[in-house]
């Protein structure tokens, strides 16, 4: 089945700084990389998400780029404010609606002011 | 629109104990998803539903764990005995059927303390 991989597990940067999260993932067949934040006490909330058929995309602050071939994505955040700070976790799965979402082990992310 | 709603928002049981969670998913949403989040770590997948159907139930603890959807609206997880490792955030998930799996809402999730 699929496994996914997050790094690192905590990142603190300087406010106004970037930032940057990792996934790989293992099963070939996922095609759907969506990505969640979750502030502490609150439920996840889906930030931004990418298909396979497309190697980056943006949404304001927020981008996330896709490496079918290696197996990989990653989130970035751009001039980082207090209010990012929250636990982010990327997720994986195929675009069937049978197919389940698995979830990475998540990402604390702290922006220093 | 409403969003997903759960009940109770917190429970303290102690080992041994049976304790029954609720679900409510956003008016449509044929889908629906149960899932197990222990402090630290990402949400796990307990179950799927879609309408009254399970679709996915391979990391349901089936010998303690059970869910239902009977009507295909709401759900409810039960858990019988509870175990220390039990403690953990479940949270419910709702979302369109077919290819809309961007729209997963989540609910506010029950906070389970099994002493």
């Known amino acids: 089945g699929e496994n996914v991989e997050q790094h690192p597990s905590t990142l603190s940067v300087q406010e106004g700084d970037s930032a940057v999260i990792k996934c790989t993932y293992s099963d070939s067949a996922s095609n759907y990389f969506p990505w969640y934040k979750q502030e502490l006490g609150k439920r996840p909330q889906l930030i931004i998400d990418?298909?396979?058929?497309?190697g980056e995309k943006k949404d304001q602050r927020i981008a996330v780029t896709l490496n079918k071939t290696a197996k990989h994505f990653s989130l970035h955040i751009t001039e980082t404010q207090p209010e990012d700070s929250a636990v982010y976790f990327c997720a994986a799965s195929s675009y069937s609606s049978a197919s389940k979402i698995i979830f990475g082990s998540g990402t604390r992310l702290s922006i220093r002011p | 629109e409403a969003g997903v709603a759960q009940s109770p928002r917190y429970k303290i049981i102690e080992k041994r104990q049976s304790v029954a969670f609720w679900c409510n998913p956003i008016?449509?949403?044929?889908?629906l998803y149960w899932y197990q989040q222990i402090l630290g770590q990402g949400p796990k997948l307990l179950i799927q539903?879609?309408?009254?159907?399970?679709?996915?139930d391979s990391q349901l603890p089936k010998d303690r764990f059970s869910a239902e959807r009977l009507k295909g609206v709401d759900s409810t997880l039960k858990i019988q005995p509870a175990k220390l490792e039990d403690s953990a955030v479940y949270l419910c998930?709702?979302?369109?059927?077919?290819?809309?799996?961007?729209?997963?809402?989540f609910g506010p999730g029950t906070r389970l303390t099994v002493l």
């Open positions: 008016s449509g949403h044929a889908t």
């Open positions: 990418i298909r396979s058929n497309v």
């Open positions: 998930a709702s979302s369109l059927p077919g290819r809309a799996k961007k729209d997963q809402f």
């Open positions: 539903f879609q309408n009254n159907g399970v679709v996915d």
